[in-house]
């Protein structure tokens, strides 16, 4: 069995810059694999650990990607076994479904059994590539679960919901969307990364994988609004000082 775990580079949330019109610069942010997929490798590894399958890593990314300092961050994560990509700078405007259509094409490469992957990306956070992937691959897909182990030859998913735990037993083929609570990933030694450099990677073009145009086009992307403070004073005794309080919170929806 083999479980293939994707996985997004990103810019780092901590560089991006909002200017005043509201436009948000990344041009100075140093990329990194995406926060939400460290908790999907973690699970990936462990599930892989549980199984005996091996675990391989997927990407897809423009040019900007292909740095080694990228490569061993990710690969000295986890237990993967080796990294299969689509580096083209024609993936930068990809949209979601784009993004699916190249990971199922090295899904599809690879001959991977099960696909897992984070519940969002760390730039778009749109949270719908996991189930887009199982739609293309024709495969039964579970999202937000935080919790799953192997029983025997089958994947047993918990998914933490509003008026309960839900329990779904899974059989290869199939997609899994984790939650970004769903284990503490382990910190990367030295000797990590050391090895990390000396795994293969395999690395393929959009168009070798069918890339077709986009089917969404974006025009801009800005921050929303903050609202200002109101400034709003308050006086009298406490207990007018109390009622204007509570009045206030009711008329602003607060309370």
């Known amino acids: 069995m083999r479980i293939a775990v994707c996985c997004k580079f990103a810019p780092d949330a901590e560089d991006v810059r909002v200017a005043d019109d509201g436009s ?48 061993k961050d990710l690969m000295s994560r986890g237990n993967l076994s080796a990294l299969f990509r689509v580096v083209d700078d024609a993936t930068a405007g990809a949209d979601a479904l784009q993004t699916a259509r190249l990971l199922c094409g090295l ?103 069918g890339m077709g145009g986009a089917a969404i086009e974006e025009v801009g992307t800005a921050a929303p609004e903050q609202p200002g403070r109101q400034k709003t004073m308050i006086s009298g005794s406490p207990e007018e000082i109390a009622a204007q309080l509570v009045e206030k919170l009711t008329n602003d929806g607060v309370l």
Not at 27 to 38: L, R
Not at 45 to 66: F, M, R, Y
Not at 159 to 170: A, C, H, S
């Open 24 to 71: 948000v610069d990344v041009s100075k942010a140093k990329w990194s694999v995406s926060d939400y997929d460290m908790q999907a490798i973690q699970a990936a590894s462990d599930l892989g650990g549980e199984l005996g399958a091996e675990v391989v890593a997927l990407t897809a990314g423009p040019a900007k990607i292909d740095q080694s300092r990228l490569t």
């Open 107 to 209: 899904v599809n490469k690879v001959e991977a059994d099960v696909v897992v992957c984070g519940e969002g990306s760390a730039d778009r956070y749109q949270r719908i590539t996991g189930p887009a992937m199982a739609s293309i691959l024709g495969w039964p897909c579970v999202n937000a679960v935080d919790a799953m182990h192997a029983e025997d030859k089958t994947i047993v998913v918990e998914r933490d919901l509003e008026d309960g735990v839900e329990v779904v037993e899974l059989s290869a083929p199939c997609v899994i969307a984790t939650t970004s609570t769903i284990n503490k990933p382990s910190i990367p030694t030295l000797k990590d990364v050391l090895a990390a450099g000396k795994k293969p990677v395999e690395t393929f073009s959009a168009s070798d994988l």
